[in-house]
DNA sequence: GCGTAGCAACTAACCGGATGGTTGGTTATG
DNA sequence: CATAACCAACCATCCGGTTAGTTGCTACGC
């Protein structure tokens, strides 16, 4: 996108930090850490110089890259929506299933929804939603909406109620259990929640 | 606190800011002030000086009544968690009743939650939480665990977990919700849901 | 092969406005 | 008049963003 010309090819010696030039491994450096940055403390709360830092990059790259701060942060979060949507896709015949994946993926990803509360608390209002993740959104939307015209889902309750309720499920017990008996104990309870919601 | 001495007595006109000096009813109108502008911003967004502004307040007379911005999160954190434990106490015998008036009181109260994601988000990992607020909790799961024993609330679920799932519920259908109609259709799911999860 | 021009990747140092926090002094009040 | 309430101005530092300059890579003319 930046860089038109092939001027980044396949290196051989990646493992350590390499400091022969690559635009492409320092974007990605800078993502790491910013994302990281930005998952603890937020947009306001995070630093430039610390990310760059972290990075092992200058800080002006970062603006060359991604224009600004909230720039980056568009960076980071549209990278996290659309690596969490690759990873967890919506499977409207096996909503429990799907639950229960979506809560290990949060119980191992903790960062990401912190990216999203992030988000929710300092962007709304200000800024319409990203269009990566309005898109997954309304992707899983539909998905569900296709499914009860199908008969597979009741129809009691809109699509949009529904995706909200099956995520507050898998919104709880994040807190304060990194053990995995009680991981266990809870993943049962969000699929057997899911389960009376989907049996209407 | 800051003054044990009586110097507050009940005033007469406080309809309009009083000119006349009143340091109980300043702190009042920080507090107010920082209340609004913490919900919008969080703590690392938050501008002391626009608290002062908007409190018709000096802004040294914020360090003198609160020490820090952070002690002054503290106290709007305690001062708000504590009107909301006293205007929606938990009723164990109506676990869906005091459901639809969280969600209720969530919806026309949209500051708390906010404030709660805040410090959740800025202060998780630093320091403890606030006495309060760990008051409030405790007190809940207490009241919860003392039903079980009588039998009137299902044992398969621990009291945290159960707790959890109730507030969980009640963190649905408050995005894009602001009509009534869609709010009355909300919270008789959220009360079905909660029966069922009563039901055991 | 070889020199070199051109460009992209990268860097150190800097800038100015914003921001949390302080201080010395002023005024109302009891 | 003693004291608490209040204020204007100030300060040191932080922090997002910029800029002028350097270095390595590669394409190309010869």
Not at 34 to 60: C, L, M, P, Q
Not at 68 to 83: H, P, W
Not at 139 to 151: C, I, Y
Request: charged fraction near 25%.
């Amino acid at each position: 996108m930046a860089t038109p010309t092939a001027t980044t090819k396949v290196r051989e010696g990646e493992t350590a930090k390499a400091k022969k030039r690559d635009a492409e491994a320092t974007k990605r450096r800078i993502l790491d850490a910013a994302t990281a940055e930005f998952a603890a403390h937020g947009i306001a709360g995070a630093r430039v110089d610390r990310i760059a830092a972290a990075a092992g990059a200058n800080k002006s790259l970062i603006y060359a890259y991604f224009g600004n701060k909230d720039g980056l942060f568009d960076a980071v979060f549209d990278a996290a929506v659309t690596s969490h949507i690759d990873q967890v896709p919506i499977d409207v015949d096996d909503l429990p299933g799907y639950a229960t994946r979506l809560y290990d993926h949060r119980l191992s990803h903790p960062e990401l929804m912190r990216l999203a509360d992030w988000d929710r608390l300092e962007r709304d209002g200000i800024g319409a939603k990203s269009d990566v993740a309005q898109a997954a959104q309304s992707h899983k939307v539909k998905a569900l909406a296709r499914a009860q015209k199908e008969g597979k889902l009741p129809t009691t309750i809109t699509a949009e109620a529904l995706l909200e309720f099956v995520l507050a499920f898998c919104q709880t017990g994040l807190t304060l259990a990194p053990d995995t008996r009680a991981a266990t104990a809870h993943r049962k309870r969000i699929a057997a929640g899911v389960a009376q919601l989907v049996e209407g």
